[in-house]
Structures are given as structure tokens and as C-alpha cells.
């Protein structure tokens, strides 16, 4: 079993930055990319951005280019989410997610369906 587990959430006024850290524990497993998503009261699950192990390529949704910066370790299926100028629309709950790892075959990486684990979420509440 593979336990994904996201800190760092909170309460920030607009303009703002947080850290959110995610980290997997449990069976040992090499995604080939992780990535957050996020969720806000009453609406559908959305993609923030995720990261390719091979090549370090990261992708972004429209809406945070410029202000959010994923980074991670794909030794330690380890991601972090570096957000700065926030915005209560950016209040969420932001979910962490892998891919099942093993062999990659193409998968659209902005999708919930290309991933396999995901964790709780933390709370993230931005204040004007």
C-alpha cells in the first residue's frame, strides 16, 4: 500500500505564499510523475501542475503560470507546491497524486485518471 501525505496547508492573506510538501510512504514504488490538484467547496477537482521524473519537465495550469512552482525529488516520490501571490480563489484543498509507476506509456498528465495514489489534501484558505 502507498500512503501519500500532503503538509503545509493553512491560512495566508492574498498576496501570500505557502509551502505545500507531499511525500509517499508504504510499498516501495517509482512514479514517473506526481502532481497536485485541487479542490474547492462545490467544484470539480482541478489540476494545478505536475512533474516528470525523466527530464524534470513541469506543467502548469493556466490560472497559476507565474505564481505557483512545483519541485520535487523522484528518488523519494517527494513534490512541493512553492505558491506565492495568492488569491481567495486559490482557497482549496490540494491533493497530491502518483501515477502507478512502472513502465510510461503516454497518459495526459492533467488528468485525475493518469493517477494511480492520492492523499488526504490540506487546506488552503487565502484571506483578502
Known amino acids: 500500500q502507498v500512503h501519500l501525505v500532503e503538509s503545509g496547508g493553512g491560512w495566508v492573506q492574498a498576496g501570500g505564499s505557502l509551502r505545500l510538501s507531499c511525500a509517499a510512504s508504504g510499498r516501495t514504488f517509482s512514479s514517473n510523475f506526481m502532481g497536485w490538484f485541487r479542490q474547492a467547496p462545490g467544484k470539480e477537482r482541478e489540476f494545478v501542475g505536475a512533474i516528470m521524473w525523466s527530464g524534470g519537465n513541469t506543467y502548469y495550469a493556466e490560472f497559476v503560470k507565474g505564481r505557483f512552482t512545483i519541485s520535487g525529488d523522484g528518488a523519494r516520490n517527494a513534490v512541493y507546491l512553492q505558491m506565492s501571490s495568492l488569491k481567495p480563489e486559490d482557497t482549496a484543498i490540494y491533493y497530491c497524486?502518483?501515477?502507478?509507476?512502472?513502465?510510461?506509456?503516454?497518459?495526459?498528465?492533467?488528468?485525475?485518471?493518469?493517477?494511480?495514489?492520492w492523499g488526504q489534501g490540506t487546506q488552503v484558505t487565502v484571506s483578502l
Open positions: 497524486a502518483a501515477d502507478l509507476g512502472g513502465r510510461y506509456t503516454y497518459t495526459p498528465i492533467s488528468t485525475t485518471e493518469s493517477y494511480r495514489y
